[in-house]
C-alpha cells in the first residue's frame, strides 16, 4: 500500500512570491491534515478535513494561505504571499478517521528568503 | 488550548544504554501518540497509548491519566534509534485535532 506522498520536496521563495503544496493521502482515508512544523519545534495543525469538508481551519492564517480538498481526496495547501516567517516543514497527514492513527508524508521543507 | 510538555529537550546515550523520556500535558487526553521523526523529517507513528501500560519491541510506553503525564521507555538503544521523539494529544470531543510537544532530540553514539 503506497504512502501519504507529497510535492514538491523543497521549495525556496522570495518574500511576496505564491506557492502550493500537494498531497495524495492514502487510499481510503477520510481525514487529511496539514501540519506546519518550524525547525526545532513540534508540528502545529493548521487545517483539517473530513472528505472534503474542513473540520478546524482555526490555526490557518486566512489572509495568506488556503487549502482544498475538492474530490476528498487530493489536497492542496496554498501561501499566497511568502514571508520569511513561513520558513518552515510543511506535513501532510492521513488517517481512516480522525480518531485513528494518522499517517505521515515525507514533507516539503520551505525556505523564503 | 492544550499545552505538551517533552523532557530531556536533548539526551545522549552509549549504544545499549536505556533511555526515559517524558510527556506532559495540560488537560484530560483521550488520544496520546508518540512518535519517531528521523533526521530530515519523516515522522513514524511508534505507539498509542492514552492510558496504562503498552510495549512494542523495545519500547514501553506508561500513561498515567489522572497524572496527566506519559513515558516512553528506550531498552538497549541503538544507533539507529536516534532522531527526535515527538508526544502528541487530542482531547477528543468533536475535534480530534492533535497537539504536539516540541520533542526530545536523541542521540546514540557507539
Known amino acids: 500500500e503506497a504512502g501519504v506522498t507529497q510535492s514538491p520536496r523543497y521549495a525556496v521563495l522570495q518574500e511576496g512570491q505564491a506557492v502550493s503544496f500537494w498531497c495524495d493521502p492514502i487510499?481510503?482515508?477520510?481525514?487529511l491534515y496539514w501540519y506546519q512544523q518550524p525547525r526545532d519545534q513540534g508540528p502545529q495543525l493548521l487545517v483539517y478535513?473530513?472528505?472534503?469538508?474542513?473540520?478546524?481551519n482555526s490555526q490557518l492564517p486566512s489572509d495568506r494561505f488556503s487549502a482544498v480538498r475538492p474530490k476528498g481526496t487530493n489536497s492542496t495547501l496554498k501561501i499566497q504571499s511568502a514571508k520569511q516567517g513561513d520558513t518552515a516543514t510543511y506535513l501532510c497527514?492521513?488517517?481512516?478517521?480522525?480518531?485513528?492513527?494518522?499517517?505521515f508524508g515525507p514533507g516539503t521543507r520551505l525556505l523564503v528568503l | 488550548g492544550q499545552q505538551v510538555q517533552q523532557s530531556p529537550s536533548s539526551l545522549v546515550l552509549q549504544e545499549g544504554e536505556n533511555a526515559e523520556l517524558q510527556c506532559n500535558f495540560s488537560?484530560?487526553?483521550?488520544?496520546l501518540q508518540w512518535f519517531y521523526q528521523s533526521p530530515g523529517g519523516s515522522l513514524v507513528s511508534l505507539l498509542s497509548?492514552?492510558?496504562g501500560t503498552k510495549h512494542t519491541g523495545r519500547l514501553t510506553s506508561t500513561t498515567v491519566t489522572k497524572e496527566r503525564r506519559s513515558s516512553l521507555h528506550i531498552s538497549s538503544s541503538q544507533t539507529t534509534d536516534s532522531g527526535t521523539y515527538l508526544c502528541?494529544?487530542?482531547?477528543?470531543?468533536?475535534?480530534?485535532?492533535?497537539?504536539f510537544g516540541k520533542g526530545t532530540l536523541l542521540t546514540v553514539t557507539p
Open positions: 497527514a492521513s488517517s481512516f478517521t480522525d480518531q485513528d492513527t494518522q499517517y
Open positions: 487510499s481510503g482515508h477520510d481525514t
Open positions: 478535513f473530513r472528505d472534503e469538508a474542513v473540520i478546524d
Open positions: 488537560s484530560t487526553a483521550t488520544q
Open positions: 497509548n492514552p492510558s
Open positions: 502528541a494529544i487530542s482531547s477528543g470531543g468533536s475535534n480530534y485535532k492533535l497537539t
